[in-house]
Protein backbone atom coordinates (compact mmCIF):
# COMPACT_ATOMS: atom_id res chain seq x y z
CA UNK A 1 0.00 0.00 0.00
CA UNK A 2 1.36 3.37 -0.95
CA UNK A 3 2.40 5.43 2.24
CA UNK A 4 3.08 8.59 2.12
CA UNK A 5 6.20 10.17 3.91
CA UNK A 6 7.06 14.09 4.77
CA UNK A 7 7.21 14.92 1.67
CA UNK A 8 8.11 11.75 -0.53
CA UNK A 9 5.79 8.90 -1.34
CA UNK A 10 6.77 4.86 -0.56
CA UNK A 11 5.88 2.75 -2.97
CA UNK A 12 4.91 -1.15 -3.06
CA UNK A 13 5.36 -3.77 -6.09
CA UNK A 14 2.48 -3.34 -8.15
CA UNK A 15 1.79 0.42 -7.00
CA UNK A 16 2.54 3.37 -9.24
CA UNK A 17 0.72 4.88 -11.99
CA UNK A 18 0.00 2.23 -14.81
CA UNK A 19 0.46 2.88 -18.37
CA UNK A 20 0.51 0.49 -21.56
CA UNK A 21 3.68 2.31 -23.41
CA UNK A 22 4.81 1.14 -26.73
CA UNK A 23 4.20 -2.62 -25.95
CA UNK A 24 4.94 -2.43 -22.36
CA UNK A 25 3.59 -2.14 -19.21
CA UNK A 26 4.74 1.13 -17.31
CA UNK A 27 4.62 1.64 -13.55
CA UNK A 28 5.16 5.50 -12.49
CA UNK A 29 7.32 5.02 -9.21
CA UNK A 30 8.76 8.26 -8.17
CA UNK A 31 8.50 11.89 -9.72
CA UNK A 32 10.29 14.93 -9.17
CA UNK A 33 13.35 16.81 -10.06
CA UNK A 34 13.83 13.40 -12.16
CA UNK A 35 11.34 10.59 -12.87
CA UNK A 36 11.75 6.70 -12.26
CA UNK A 37 9.39 4.74 -13.98
CA UNK A 38 9.58 0.59 -13.70
CA UNK A 39 8.84 -1.04 -17.57
CA UNK A 40 8.10 -4.48 -17.88
CA UNK A 41 8.99 -5.50 -21.44
CA UNK A 42 7.73 -8.94 -23.52
CA UNK A 43 10.44 -10.58 -25.56
CA UNK A 44 11.77 -8.62 -28.81
CA UNK A 45 10.09 -5.47 -27.90
CA UNK A 46 12.51 -2.13 -29.25
CA UNK A 47 12.69 0.99 -29.86
CA UNK A 48 12.98 2.74 -32.77
CA UNK A 49 16.15 4.65 -32.59
CA UNK A 50 16.11 7.66 -31.02
CA UNK A 51 17.46 10.69 -29.14
CA UNK A 52 16.25 13.03 -26.50
CA UNK A 53 18.37 16.39 -26.42
CA UNK A 54 17.78 18.03 -23.69
CA UNK A 55 16.92 14.52 -21.60
CA UNK A 56 19.32 12.25 -19.79
CA UNK A 57 17.83 8.50 -19.42
CA UNK A 58 19.34 5.33 -17.10
CA UNK A 59 18.61 1.74 -17.31
CA UNK A 60 18.84 -0.57 -14.65
CA UNK A 61 17.81 -4.35 -15.34
CA UNK A 62 15.89 -5.67 -12.40
CA UNK A 63 15.19 -9.01 -14.06
CA UNK A 64 16.20 -10.73 -17.41
CA UNK A 65 18.08 -9.14 -20.17
CA UNK A 66 18.21 -6.79 -22.51
CA UNK A 67 20.05 -4.78 -24.88
CA UNK A 68 21.12 -1.17 -25.16
CA UNK A 69 22.52 0.49 -28.59
CA UNK A 70 24.59 3.51 -27.71
CA UNK A 71 27.03 4.78 -30.12
CA UNK A 72 26.27 2.66 -32.86
CA UNK A 73 26.96 -0.55 -31.04
CA UNK A 74 24.71 -2.65 -29.27
CA UNK A 75 25.83 -3.87 -25.80
CA UNK A 76 24.18 -6.88 -23.37
CA UNK A 77 22.56 -6.33 -20.11
CA UNK A 78 21.21 -8.86 -17.41
CA UNK A 79 20.22 -8.56 -14.20
CA UNK A 80 21.89 -6.00 -12.63
CA UNK A 81 23.04 -3.91 -15.52
CA UNK A 82 22.88 -0.45 -15.87
CA UNK A 83 23.42 1.77 -18.87
CA UNK A 84 23.50 5.33 -18.88
CA UNK A 85 22.69 7.56 -22.03
CA UNK A 86 23.28 10.89 -21.67
CA UNK A 87 21.02 13.77 -23.63
CA UNK A 88 21.90 14.14 -26.60
CA UNK A 89 23.08 10.45 -27.83
CA UNK A 90 21.26 8.55 -30.23
CA UNK A 91 20.29 4.96 -28.57
CA UNK A 92 17.37 2.18 -28.79
CA UNK A 93 16.57 -0.48 -26.04
CA UNK A 94 15.56 -4.24 -26.56
CA UNK A 95 13.82 -7.00 -24.40
CA UNK A 96 15.73 -10.24 -24.30
CA UNK A 97 13.90 -11.75 -22.60
CA UNK A 98 10.13 -13.41 -21.26
CA UNK A 99 10.07 -11.34 -18.81
CA UNK A 100 12.17 -7.98 -18.73
CA UNK A 101 11.88 -5.75 -15.70
CA UNK A 102 13.40 -2.41 -16.16
CA UNK A 103 14.29 0.77 -14.05
CA UNK A 104 14.40 3.86 -15.83
CA UNK A 105 15.33 7.36 -14.35
CA UNK A 106 14.47 10.30 -16.63
CA UNK A 107 13.35 13.94 -16.68
CA UNK A 108 9.95 14.80 -16.49
CA UNK A 109 9.55 16.46 -20.02
CA UNK A 110 10.77 12.42 -21.04
CA UNK A 111 7.66 11.16 -18.59
CA UNK A 112 5.26 13.78 -20.56
CA UNK A 113 6.64 11.81 -23.45
CA UNK A 114 5.66 8.18 -22.06
CA UNK A 115 2.10 9.42 -21.29
CA UNK A 116 1.00 11.19 -24.38
CA UNK A 117 2.53 7.96 -26.08
CA UNK A 118 1.33 5.57 -24.23
CA UNK A 119 -2.56 4.97 -22.12
CA UNK A 120 -3.79 4.45 -18.93
CA UNK A 121 -3.47 0.75 -18.38
CA UNK A 122 -6.64 -1.29 -18.17
CA UNK A 123 -5.19 -3.51 -16.27
CA UNK A 124 -1.61 -4.05 -14.77
CA UNK A 125 -0.61 -6.61 -17.07
CA UNK A 126 1.56 -6.33 -20.26
CA UNK A 127 -1.15 -5.13 -23.16
CA UNK A 128 -1.75 -7.19 -25.69
CA UNK A 129 0.58 -7.91 -28.90
CA UNK A 130 -0.31 -5.16 -31.47
CA UNK A 131 1.50 -2.68 -33.64
CA UNK A 132 2.58 0.35 -31.75
CA UNK A 133 0.38 3.65 -33.02
CA UNK A 134 3.20 5.21 -34.60
CA UNK A 135 1.46 8.43 -35.72
CA UNK A 136 0.67 8.64 -32.01
CA UNK A 137 4.46 8.42 -30.88
CA UNK A 138 5.59 10.84 -33.65
CA UNK A 139 3.01 13.49 -32.38
CA UNK A 140 3.75 13.33 -28.77
CA UNK A 141 8.21 12.92 -29.50
CA UNK A 142 7.72 16.22 -31.50
CA UNK A 143 5.73 17.43 -28.44
CA UNK A 144 8.23 16.76 -25.94
CA UNK A 145 11.62 16.48 -27.23
CA UNK A 146 12.25 13.10 -28.58
CA UNK A 147 13.60 12.68 -32.24
CA UNK A 148 13.23 9.50 -33.84
CA UNK A 149 15.60 8.56 -36.21
CA UNK A 150 14.57 5.36 -37.76
CA UNK A 151 13.26 2.13 -37.57
CA UNK A 152 15.62 -0.08 -34.58
CA UNK A 153 19.00 -0.79 -35.74
CA UNK A 154 19.86 -4.83 -37.14
Known sequence: MATDTAGGQV???????????????????????????????PRGMTTPLHVQP???EAFHVVEGRASFHVNGEWHEGSTGSTAFVPRGTPHAFRADS???????????????????AGEPAAERRLPDPAPPDME???????????????????
Open 11 to 41: LDAQEGEALWFFGTLTLVKGEGAYTIVEQRC
Open 98 to 116: DDTRVLIVTTPQHMAFFRA
Open 136 to 154: KLMSAAQQFGVEILGPPPD
Open 54 to 56: DDD
